[in-house]
Every structure is written in C-alpha cells, then in structure tokens.
C-alpha cells in the first residue's frame, strides 16, 4: 500500500497489514468526467508540481493532506494517485484490499463536488428540527464544541475531530458553519443530498460503510457534517440501516438479497466494475478480468454462494419486459444488481447455515435438499402448471408470515432452470398451508440462460413420454398414488407427467402403480414400460413401443382373480409446441370378478379355512421376494440401456 507523506506530499510505500500501517487518512470521492483532469500515479511520480496544478484532481489530493496534517495525521490515500493502474496485478490486489484499507482508515473524507453550500440567510422548515422533533444543532453538537476553521484558527493538534470538523473549542466561527445543514430539515438534507453524484456511484457504497469516521465536504470543501450526526438522512438515502452505518462489522447478519439492494440502484463507468465494488460488502475476492462484461457479476455470485447458503441471494426479480422479448427460462443467479430493487426488506426466517447444501458445478447449482424439503409443487396453490417451486427461507418484513420462493421448470435428468422471474410466489407458513412437497432429491438449477439456450431449453420436452391419460385410465381402478414409482427417477417430471428423454438416443422408462386387491391376496404392481430409440440421421425416425406388465405375472390380460385388463399403445401429440409420444392405456375391471378362493371355504370349516390363509399368506410372501428380483433385475436392464444421459 502506497501512502502520501502530508508534509511533503511524496509517496511511500508500506508492506505491511493494515493492522500495523501507520494512522492515515482517506479520500472518497467520484472521479471527474474526464479522466485528464485526474492525477494518476505516473502523473504524481514525474510531473512537477507547477503541472500537477494544473489538474483538478491535484486540489482534491492537497486538500486531503492539508485536513491530515492539521489533525496530526502524517500519511494519506488517494486511489487516483496511490494505484499503479498500468499494473494488473497492483489493481487487483487494490480492488480486493479497498474495504480494508477504508475500514482501517483513522478517518474518511467524503468530497461532494456538486454539493453547493447552502444560501447564506436559508432558514429551514421547522426551525431545524429533525424527524424525532428534537432540535437538529443540540442534538449534534455537545456544548461548547467547535468545528475545523478553513483558516487553521483552531489547532487541535493530533485531535481527529478537527479533520471531520468535530473538535472541541471555545469559540465558532462564520466561516468554519458555512458548510453545515443543521439549521435544515429532515426532508431539506435529504432533498439536498440527492441531487449528489457521489450516492449513485457502486464504488462509494462500501466507502460509506467501512469507515468508522467520516466527514462530508462540499464543493467548497466547507465542512457538512459526520456519518455519525448525519446517520438518519444517509439511512433514508440508501435504505441501508442506522446500525450498520454506525458499526460495518454488523454485515454478515443482514441477508444476502438485502445487501445487494443497496447496490440496485447504482452505476459505474464499466460494467465489470459493478461486481467488483461490492467485493467488501461479501467479504470475498475474485480475480479481476475486465472485458468479461456482466459475467463478473455471475462469478461474484458464485463467490458467495461458495461463503454462505443464505438462499435470498436467489429472491430477485426482473421487471416485465426486461431482457430479451420472449424470454422464457432463466438461470438461478441474477443478471445484474439492479434485480435486487424489490428486497430491501428481505429478512432470513432462521440461520442459513441450515438450509439445504448448496453446490457450484459445470451443470449449475447443486442443491441437496434437507429431510422433509425439497421442490414443491407450484399447480396445487399457485396453478403454476408443470412447475415447482424452491423454498428461499426467508420473507419480506411487509409480509411476515409468508415464505418466498421462485419457480423453477424440468429439462430433464434432475436439472431445473428458472421461469416467471417477474414474480415471487408466497405463501403461509401455517401447518398444512404448504406446497404439496414433489421432489426431496438432489437437484440441479441452471446458473445462467441466455436468450439462445432458452431456446432450446424450450424444446427440452421433445420426444417425451406423456402419461397423463395413464393416470386418468389408472385412476379408475384407485391405484396408489403415494406408493407409485418411476424410473430413472431423475427423467420423471411429476408436474407435467413427463418421462424428459432429453440427450438419449435409446431411453427406457418404467412407471409403476400400485393398486390395491382383496384381502389376502396382497398388491398388485402394473408396470408401464416406454422404449425410444432414434434412428440415426433424422429424428422423425424415432421408435417407440409400450408394454404394461403385471406383478407378480400373470396369464392372458387380467391377474388371477379378475381384477383388471390393461392394454396400451403410443401416439404422437404434440405438447407445448413439440413432439411427443402420449401413452395411451385401456384399463378395467373385469365384470365378472371370481371371487377369491378364501371365500368358498367361509362358513363350512374355519380350520380348513385358516390353514388355506396361512398357505395363501406364505405363497404371497414368496411371490413377493420373486416381484423384488423381478423388478430390480428389469430396472437394471433399463438403467444399463440408457444412453447419452
């Protein structure tokens, strides 16, 4: 870390943490249109100091060391002049050490260039009472305390108040309260704030945080006030809390969505700049790759998923219309701060260290879900049809009481992506007001989707296997749901009805329903078994073929004692604007069910009965360790089959 020597105005350099640097002072400011008017370090090292005047920036930097040198501070930083910036890796290491050396700074200038001073004979509305109804001055100022003369009319020696404007004297002078906005109030110092560039900058958000003293100039470089006695207007400002302007070691306990709000409405000059300047809000580093564009934001996101599992950092919205027109699927990470706007008052429902794991990989974020969670359904609250939706863990506080989630959408293989990101879904935390729990295993969610890979993921659902007339069919011989299954579990979309065969050229699936048979005679498991296979050179040469099977096995097209007869066939349908293959199945009851074998024996001799239920019993637990083999050997065959996953 380079440092200004404020009595010789010469740079010197410390290799040392920012624990043991000597006390210093620090700029804040906001860079001048034209970069000319700056001293770079090149600029500061070779330029003699009748060319440096020259410069607008140079005023900046004396005034600097001159407010330093009279509160007995020896060293200064300014980033214009103290950054080698034709180094990549000095800037680098600069960007991702800035919120320290800010934090370690003995105290902060902030210069507001566009500040005017206030009219001399401005009186303010309501005396200069504040919005708590106390007198703004009294309230600020202790008696008897003095601000920092322009002219050094008050030396206060090593005191730091008098480089803010806050030391202590026994007389005030005209010129050392031409800056100040006590006698305004609330509203008037925020109104006059506002008109100020340094505020909307991305850079100065963290430089307002990390000091624990600062001070506010105006263009005059007359003294406004301190962070401290000015804390109520910056929090209306910002929406950034009283208490973390008082103390920044406060950051890690506000959520993730939050922290990025403040940043929602803020610029910088390159887009890249955007991630970067909020490194020390995260409290992470990346590498510094300018020409990435906006993908520096995508890894700043990455960085704090891998520090945290605070899942509120997934609670943006877009605003409609944005993006791309006709974009429909989206990654689960946000393109931009701006997409935070609405989460300024996003609270986390407990510690996020207990949500689900949470996994960066090269096929997005690997969620893995806790006990009891996982995706929910979004048709059965929302009538989101064939979508699910992923429980955030946290809440608006204008909302408490409901949890927030976003909707995902299936492409296939456990792998999800985002839709309908204008919108949050919400819902009561209560028992039995929560969405019906789908899926509890691993997962994955896409990172990012551009316009061209919505495109395609659009068309995930090609060659499908529809079941949804299964279920209707099989729903009138009362199967199971709860007891059904389907395989490969990670290709079934249960929102859709879905078999995904999306990247296999040979896919086998299976469905199995349960239904229930008379007393005694166990369960009965119908197996629907679907085979796609594409024939090199065109997809239109897709082959398919269904076959339903009973088990335990049986002879001809109904189980022993005559309950049902299922016959089924594949038809091509079309399902949002793709091909698929619908499933067709003809099942009922037979009309003439035999009745079971017990029932003869009913009445006539209940010892010749009993023995026949205890040889029945031991036939169906036999039959039940063969319907096991059977079934395992078949969804091996299956999994061994399938290609291309």
């Known amino acids: 870390m380079r440092l200004i020597n404020t009595t010789t105005l010469t740079l010197q350099s410390f290799m040392l943490p920012v624990s043991l640097l000597p006390a210093y002072a620090i700029l804040s400011h906001t860079w001048y249109p034209s970069p000319d008017d700056e001293v770079t370090f090149q600029d500061f090292t ?57 934090r370690g700074a003995t105290v902060c200038f902030a210069f507001l260039e566009d500040l005017e001073p206030v009219p001399k004979g401005t009186v303010g509305h309501g005396h200069g009472q504040n919005r708590h109804g106390q007198n703004a001055r009294n309230s600020q100022i202790a008696p008897g305390e003095q601000w920092w003369e322009e002219d050094g009319g008050s030396n206060v020696g090593s005191n730091v108040s008098a480089a803010t404007g806050s030391g202590t004297g026994s007389a005030t002078s005209s010129h050392s309260q031409a800056g100040r906005m006590d006698h305004l109030s609330h509203d008037e110092k925020v109104s006059r704030f506002k008109t100020c560039r340094w505020f909307t900058r991305g850079w100065t958000l963290q430089e307002l945080i990390a000091p624990s003293r600062m001070g506010f100039y105006n263009s005059k470089w007359e003294f406004v006030g301190e962070k401290s006695s000015l804390k109520q207007v910056l929090a209306e400002m910002t929406q950034i809390s009283e208490s973390v302007l008082e103390n920044s070691g406060l950051l890690p306990t506000i959520p993730v969505a939050q922290r990025m709000s403040w940043a929602s409405w803020r610029v910088t000059t390159r887009p890249e700049d955007m991630a970067y300047c909020l490194l020390g809000i995260f409290d992470v580093q990346i590498p510094l790759l300018y020409g990435e564009g906006e993908k520096a934001f995508v890894r700043l996101q990455e960085e704090i998923v891998k520090e945290t599992n605070d899942f509120s950092l997934f609670a943006w919205k877009t605003e409609k219309g944005s993006g791309t027109p006709h974009q429909k699927h989206w990654g689960i990470l946000a393109p931009s701060p701006k997409e935070f706007a609405t989460c300024r008052d996003i609270e986390n429902w407990g510690n996020p260290l207990y949500n689900a794991e949470c996994l960066i990989t090269s096929k997005g974020l690997r969620f893995t879900p806790a006990p009891g969670d996982g995706l929910r359904s979004g048709s059965s609250s929302y009538r989101l049809k064939g979508t699910y939706i992923l429980d955030l863990g946290c809440y608006h506080r204008s909302e408490k009481g409901k949890a927030i989630g976003v909707v995902l959408q299936q492409h296939g293989s456990d792998l999800y992506c985002r839709v309908m990101p204008e919108s949050l879904p919400m819902w009561p935390t209560g028992p039995e007001q929560q969405p019906v729990l789908r899926k509890s295993r691993v997962f994955y969610i896409t990172k990012t989707v551009s316009p061209v890979a919505s495109t395609m993921l659009g068309s995930s659902h090609r060659w499908a296997f529809d079941l949804s007339q299964v279920f209707a069919a099989l729903a009138e011989i009362k199967f199971v749901p709860q007891q059904s299954q389907f395989q490969p579990e990670e290709s079934w979309d249960a929102e859709r009805m879905l078999f995904l065969s999306q990247g296999s050229r040979n896919f086998q699936c299976c469905a199995t329903f349960v239904t229930t048979r008379k007393s005694g005679l166990g369960a009965l498991r119908i197996l629907v078994w679907c085979h796609l296979h594409l024939v090199p050179g065109g997809e239109g040469e897709a082959q398919t073929s269904v076959k339903v099977e009973f088990d335990p096995p049986t002879e001809g097209e109904t189980d022993g004692d005559g309950f049902v007869k299922c016959k089924g066939k594949v038809a091509r349908d079309a399902y949002e604007g793709q091909p698929v293959f619908r499933v067709l199945i003809e099942a009922t009851t037979s009309k003439f069910r035999a009745l079971p074998t017990i029932m003869f024996f009913r009445g006539t001799d209940d010892k010749m009965a009993r023995k026949h239920q205890m040889y029945q019993q031991e036939k169906v637990a036999a039959a039940a360790v063969g319907r096991e083999r059977y079934f395992n050997s078949a969804a091996a065959s299956m999994s061994s089959s399938t290609v291309g996953k």
């Open 46 to 102: 070779s330029l003699p100091p009748h060319q440096l005047e020259k410069k607008k920036g140079y005023a900046k930097i004396k005034q600097t060391c001159q407010r330093a040198k009279k509160s007995g501070i020896k060293w200064a930083w300014v980033d214009t002049c103290c950054i080698d910036k034709t180094s990549s890796a000095e800037l680098t290491e600069a960007i991702n050490s800035m919120w320290a050396w800010y």
